[in-house]
């Protein structure tokens, strides 16, 4: 049974976990499209192998990140990869972190300059204000602002897909169209999906190994994994109620929102917008905490520091960035992905041993 007194810290858990994967390319649907939508109905089957892993990969990462009792995602690393593999990851992890916000900033500016009639660096210059802001309180920060904004951004997400669906319904066949999807098959997609995925939330789940229990651990993994199968489902149906014409919007869920009805748009483009403002959070902190694990000034600067760094991927379309570095981000992390099925299971065996 699952203690009162851990429910709170369970909820900011699971809500950590989700926000850090529902972010720019999630909650604009054009991540989905990529991975998922573009497979037409063979998509869901991705997104079931995709649940499944997420379930799992979450709930080790916390249980190993307290049983190691980690600090940043480099202790980890360590334990998965061995001191040289190890510090290559860690390389390839700093990047993909940089990258990874400087896409979801790129986000905020599409969003608001495509469906709020606003300049992008209103977008951008709010989001980077909010990251200092959170940033500044640390840990703390992190969860509480996690609490308030990603069941916000989960509603959001699922209430325009649920519409998009009844507005429009599944068509019995989709049409063909020559775009492929990431990889060329649905799951190889899925498997890059959850890869590039994992880098986020191992950076900030991690820190956490200092403060929570092993079961509290595991039952964050298991409730966020579940949640962001749900989500994914949901997005890739709605997306498949618009195909194909989705294919050809920035931002598709902001277009299924307009197809339902042009009063809600700002309303669902605002909270597209703290749905990608959640992930450059967590990409702020798993970089400050890379460099400054026990917090404090260090942490800050670290923090500001690379919000500022990443400013000019700005200046690139939101959808090239995703197209263009998301698989990339996938390949890459197909290392720690394999790292994390195999090696725990190896390790627990010659513990037995011996």
Not at 1 to 19: D, H
Not at 102 to 118: C, N, P, Q, R
Not at 336 to 345: E, G, Q, Y
């Amino acid at each position: 049974m699952i203690n009162k007194s851990n429910i709170r810290l369970i909820v900011g858990l699971v809500a950590t976990y989700m926000g850090s994967i529902i972010g720019a390319g999630f909650a604009s649907g054009q991540e989905i499209l990529q991975f998922f939508i573009l497979f037409g109905y063979k998509g869901l089957l991705g997104v079931m192998v995709a649940t499944v892993f997420f379930v799992y990969l979450g709930a080790l990462i916390l249980h190993l990140s307290v049983q190691l009792r980690t600090g940043n995602y480099q202790e980890l690393l360590g334990y998965l990869l061995g001191p040289w593999a190890g510090k290559f990851m860690d390389l390839i992890s700093i990047f993909m972190l940089v990258a990874g916000l400087g896409i979801m900033l790129s986000g905020t500016g599409a969003v608001v300059k495509e469906y709020l009639g606003l300049p992008e660096w209103m977008g951008i210059g709010s989001a980077v204000l909010v990251i200092f802001l959170v940033i500044l309180r640390g840990l703390k920060g992190l969860l509480s602002i996690n609490i308030i904004l990603v069941p916000l951004k989960l509603a959001a997400v699922c209430l325009i897909a649920s519409l998009a669906l009844g507005h429009k319904g599944l068509p019995q066949e989709l049409p063909y169209v020559h775009y492929h999807g990431v990889g060329g098959h649905w799951l190889l997609a899925s498997i890059l999906y959850v890869s590039f995925n994992m880098i986020v939330p191992l950076a900030v789940l991690s820190t956490m190994g200092r403060s929570i229990t092993a079961k509290t651990g595991i039952w964050a993994g298991i409730i966020g994994g579940i949640g962001l199968g749900f989500a994914v489902a949901m997005v890739t149906l709605g997306g498949l109620a618009f195909y194909p014409e989705i294919i050809n919007y920035e931002v598709p869920l902001l277009y299924m929102a307009s197809c339902i009805g042009n009063i809600l748009k700002p309303v669902f483009a605002l909270l597209i917008w703290v749905a990608m403002l959640t992930t450059a959070i967590a990409n702020a902190h798993g970089f400050a905490s890379r460099f400054a694990p026990q917090g404090g000034k260090l942490y800050s600067f670290y923090g500001m520091a690379c919000c500022l760094i990443v400013l000019p991927l700005t200046y690139f379309d939101f959808s090239f960035l995703v197209r263009v570095l998301y698989p990339i981000f996938g390949y890459a992390g197909l290392v720690l992905f394999a790292a994390l099925l195999i090696v725990p299971i190896i390790k627990t065996r010659k513990q037995r041993i011996s």
